[in-house]
């Protein structure tokens, strides 16, 4: 989901399903993970063929609810384990026939509207904003990292042009009072110079907040290359992002690995990167108008997959250099 608004629809809906389904072929079978299990939405659609099983993982325990009604229903069919997608190597998965990994990032409606978790800035009370197996929350971090961290977590997760403003007022803020939502949507109110009238003057730095302390840029590089070291020949890897650094990510990994890296005629013969995917579509599929109409919520999602062409496990990726700007920002949370 985009702005971090409770929508107006009063369910989730599992975004992209048709087309997602259609890319996994579920109806031929075969053992499929679930990374961001959720409501269940797309594994439910998934155990309804016959001859699949599915692993579904969810970092937040209320998920947990639901699957307990999965496993009542599709039994060994079905496994639930409650960890972060970057944990995924401890599944041990090796030689499973993975037949594809799906994620569909961010949080779910049933998240944005639990007020303990504190996502939407309707939210009255604490900054929390754990999606869960998490090492601190929002409120940490707006009470304690240093004013430059915070703008940079600001301008770099969040594309918040005013950010220095707002961190420099957070911290003169909270010599005072210690800050909660409220607070802190007053300081970002008065701090900002240009007013956005379509989002909320807050979307931006929520936003930045919750990406800062879910680590949801670590989470996403070691989820993707965990889910491709287990995928097999002809497994499917997919995902769905919902804002733009999500997508940046996710359209590198795909496109470093799909092709070789020497593509001058006139550049030197180097030893050639191995390619490990068949990038079959490169622009990211998006949600129809239908789709959106019923779930506003959807019209940021996009879907990109592509297909293994080989077994290999083990395998070189640069991704972590390539974002390593951004992993820094996060790592600001190790002091926390
Ligand atoms: C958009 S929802 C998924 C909805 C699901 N596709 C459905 O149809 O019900 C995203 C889910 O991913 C979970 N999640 C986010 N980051 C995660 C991570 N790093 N590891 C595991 N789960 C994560 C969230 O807790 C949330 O439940």
């Known amino acids: 989901m985009d702005a ?36 269940g939405g797309y594994s ?49 998965l090796k030689n499973q026939n993975i037949k ?21 800035f309707e939210s009255s009370g604490k900054l929390n904003m754990r999606l869960g197996l998490n090492n601190y929350s929002a409120e940490d971090a707006i009470n304690k990292l240093d004013e430059k961290e ?8 969040g594309d918040e042009k005013e950010g220095k403003y707002i961190a ?75 804002h733009s650094i999500e997508d940046k990510i996710v359209k590198y990994f795909f496109k470093s690995l799909s092709e070789n890296k020497s593509i001058s005629r006139y550049s030197p013969v180097v030893e050639q990167a191995e390619i490990l995917f068949d990038l079959i579509q490169k622009k990211p599929v998006i949600p129809s108008n239908e789709e959106i109409n019923e779930n506003p919520p959807s019209r940021s999602a996009k879907f990109r997959y592509v297909i293994k062409k080989t077994d290999f496990y083990n395998f070189n990726t640069d991704i972590k250099d390539k974002f390593k700007d951004l992993i820094e920002i996060e790592n600001f949370g190790d002091k926390l």
């Open 150 to 157: 915070l703008e940079k977590i600001f301008k770099f997760f």
């Open 4 to 39: 971090t608004i409770v929508p107006k629809v009063q369910k989730h809906y599992p975004v992209l399903l048709k087309e997602i389904i259609s890319v996994i072929s579920p109806q031929h079978g075969g053992t499929f993970i679930d990374c961001t299990f959720g409501q």
């Open 100 to 120: 594809a990994v799906i994620f569909d990032l961010g949080y779910s409606y049933t998240q944005i509207k639990d007020p303990e978790k504190g996502l939407s």
């Open 168 to 242: 420099r007022n957070i911290v003169k803020e909270r010599l005072i009072n210690r800050i909660d939502v409220k607070t802190l949507i007053k300081i970002i109110d008065k701090s900002k110079k240009r007013k956005n009238f379509k989002v909320h003057n807050a979307t931006k730095v929520f936003q930045s907040l919750r990406i800062f302390v879910n680590r949801e840029i670590s989470e996403l590089i070691l989820g993707l290359i965990n889910a491709t070291k287990i995928l097999k020949k002809g497994g499917v890897l997919g995902v769905v992002t919902f």
């Open 44 to 92: 439910k659609k998934i155990l309804e063929f016959k001859n699949t099983n599915l692993i579904a993982i969810d970092r937040d325990k209320e998920s947990e609810k639901v699957a307990y009604q999965f496993k009542k229903k599709f039994k060994d069919r079905f496994i639930f384990k409650n960890i972060k997608f970057s944990q995924l190597n401890n599944l041990k």
